[in-house]
């Protein structure tokens, strides 16, 4: 294809300077220097029109397995940056939850020790984190989504490639599916370990704001006995 496309360029060359060369006068054109230029167009003109060598048979089977081999690159790449982003959305996503869990631990470790002002500061950014991470959890659901598409189709991609004869395009995308399913499986333990730990922290901040509320009930109690004591008498 790309000595056609050479042998078109040059005929194109070739129609354009014969053109520029019948303007010329004729006085001109019967001087030796034009003589030789003319020589040495037609001398390549002639040789242009001899057929190029093909380098390979263009037959259907090699021009299947060349689009088999251009769609296992297309897919790969299309993983590649699928899987990318999965990563990333899960990265960020882990790194949210724990900063979460930071948050309410430090909270539960200050229970009782805040002033009401206070608390409800805590409680402003407790409650802008959880968006945080709301917010990163749908980013990754999102990206993993897309990912599964691109597995899907680099599969598809190599079972054709396997199909039309491109063996090796198959192998090569088969092995780009197998690489991107494991980089998306160290970021999902990482992630998966911070849910844990976030519902440790959940289970946690209910039993400290239960002992904290029969701590306060018992104060009222203890304060009110007096007053209920002096009625009595």
Not at 65 to 87: I, K, P
Not at 176 to 186: D, G, W
Not at 217 to 230: K, Q, R, V, W
Request: overall charge negative; glycine content about 2%; aromatic content about 6%.
């Amino acid at each position: 294809m790309a000595a056609l496309w050479r042998r078109s360029l040059y005929l194109s060359f070739l129609r354009n300077s014969f053109r520029y060369l019948s303007k010329i006068k004729p006085a001109v054109r019967k001087s030796p220097r034009w003589t030789s230029v003319l020589a040495s167009l037609a001398v390549g003109g002639s040789l242009c029109a001899v057929p190029f060598k093909q380098v390979e048979n263009l037959s259907h089977d090699s021009l299947v397995r060349r689009a088999a081999s251009l769609v296992t690159d297309s897919s790969s790449t299309f993983l590649s940056q699928a899987t990318l982003a999965l990563t990333d959305a899960l990265t960020e996503y882990a790194k949210a939850v724990h900063t979460l869990i930071a948050l309410q631990r430090q909270y539960l470790a200050s229970l009782g020790k805040l002033s009401p002002a206070e608390e409800d500061t805590v409680w402003q950014v407790i409650i802008s984190q959880r968006a945080e991470v709301v917010h990163r959890q749908d980013e990754q659901k999102r990206f993993e989504l897309t990912w599964v598409t691109a597995i899907r189709l680099c599969e598809a991609a190599a079972e054709a490639a396997y199909i039309s004869g491109a063996e090796n395009a198959s192998i090569t995308v088969r092995t780009n599916i197998q690489l991107a399913q494991s980089q998306v499986e160290e970021a999902q333990k990482i992630s998966v370990d911070a849910e844990k730990k976030l519902a440790e922290t959940k289970v946690m901040e209910v039993e400290r704001m239960t002992q904290h509320a029969a701590t306060l009930e018992g104060s009222n109690d203890e304060e009110e006995t007096p007053e209920a004591y002096l009625r009595e008498d």
